[in-house]
C-alpha cells in the first residue's frame, strides 16, 4: 500500500520551532504569573459572593420559621 500526499499537503513542511530566547521565557513566565493571580481573584470574589448569598437564603429561612 502506497502511501499518498493530499493535496493540500507539502511534503517536508514541517519545521522545528525556533528555540525561545530568555527574554521570550521569562514574558510568558509573567504572564502566567499575571493570569494566574486574576484567575484566584476571580475565583475569590466568586466564593465571596456565593457566601454573601448563602448567607442571605439563610437569613431569609430563619425569618421564615421564626414567623410559623
Known amino acids: 500500500?502506497?502511501?499518498?500526499?493530499?493535496?493540500?499537503?507539502?511534503?517536508?513542511?514541517?519545521?522545528?520551532?525556533?528555540?525561545?530566547?530568555?527574554?521570550?521565557?521569562?514574558?510568558?513566565?509573567?504572564?502566567?504569573?499575571?493570569?494566574?493571580?486574576?484567575?484566584k481573584s476571580l475565583m475569590k470574589e466568586r466564593q465571596n459572593r456565593q457566601k454573601w448569598s448563602i448567607g442571605r437564603l439563610l437569613r431569609n429561612q430563619k425569618m421564615a420559621d421564626a414567623a410559623e
Do not use: H
Open 1 to 39: 500500500m502506497e502511501s499518498k500526499l493530499s493535496p493540500k499537503e507539502k511534503p517536508d513542511s514541517f519545521v522545528l520551532p525556533r528555540p525561545l530566547t530568555q527574554s521570550e521565557i521569562a514574558s510568558l513566565r509573567q504572564d502566567a504569573i499575571s493570569t494566574s493571580m486574576q484567575m
